[in-house]
């Protein structure tokens, strides 16, 4: 499957943000978006000498803007949104919830990696165990009480302990409690708005979907 294996920082340039996408380094590294608040390419000097945005293109940049924090494709994206709409509740907050419980992100939320990619990556190549079982489904939803940890053979990996000491230097999410010594973490309740640390209008993308 097609992903972008271009600079991060030009993306973040590209939504006008810090999306994060390097994880703990964003905290610690001076970001390209700070330095040119302008978008890449031979015309981004003249995108912030627009007039006025279209609905749609505030809808578009919203959209492109969630979809590349959580590292997915557009069909990936789509099929979330088509699956969460059918659910009870308000739409957009489910569609934030139903990313954040993807697997690749509680691992990267519980501090395992530094980054949603090298998630996505410990998944694939089998380092990661839901409820004692392996599971290499980075998209597999995570549940209430479901519990996370790494294979044994995988506890000492320096990608890992990396992760986990700058965990220490940051508290993980409400909804998640993670024991770093025994490199185990629970998701404790059901994700709310309110306890998702993500700065995204997601109704703009409700409205976008449903043109």
């Known amino acids: 499957m097609a992903r972008y294996t271009g600079p991060a920082c030009r993306l973040c340039r590209r939504?006008?943000?810090?999306?994060?996408?390097?994880?703990?380094?964003?905290?610690?590294?001076?970001?390209a978006v700070e330095r040119r608040q302008y978008a890449p390419g031979q015309h981004g000097q003249n995108t912030g000498r627009r007039r006025k945005v279209s609905e749609y293109a505030k809808q578009l940049r919203e959209k492109q803007?969630?979809?590349?924090?959580?590292?997915?494709t557009e069909k990936q994206f789509r099929n979330i949104f088509d699956r969460v709409k059918e659910e009870p509740g308000v739409t957009g907050e489910n569609l934030l919830v139903a990313l954040e419980t993807r697997l690749d992100n509680v691992v990267f939320r519980m501090g395992f990696s530094p980054s949603r990619k090298a998630a996505r990556q410990l998944v694939r190549h089998r380092h990661i165990q839901v409820n004692g079982q392996t599971v290499d489904?980075?998209?597999?939803?995570?549940?209430?009480?479901?519990?996370?940890?790494?294979?044994?053979?995988?506890?000492d990996l320096v990608i890992v302990k990396a992760a986990l000491e700058a965990l220490s230097r940051a508290a993980p999410v409400s909804w998640i409690s993670v024991d770093s010594e025994k490199v185990v973490g629970k998701v404790t309740e059901r994700p709310t708005r309110e306890t998702i640390p993500i700065v995204a209008q997601e109704q703009l993308i409700v409205e976008l979907y449903s043109k």
């Open 65 to 72: 803007k969630v979809k590349r924090i959580y590292g997915l």
């Open 137 to 155: 489904i980075p998209s597999f939803r995570m549940a209430p009480q479901d519990e996370i940890g790494l294979v044994p053979a995988s506890k």
């Open 15 to 31: 939504e006008g943000t810090k999306l994060f996408l390097k994880g703990s380094r964003c905290l610690t590294e001076k970001c």
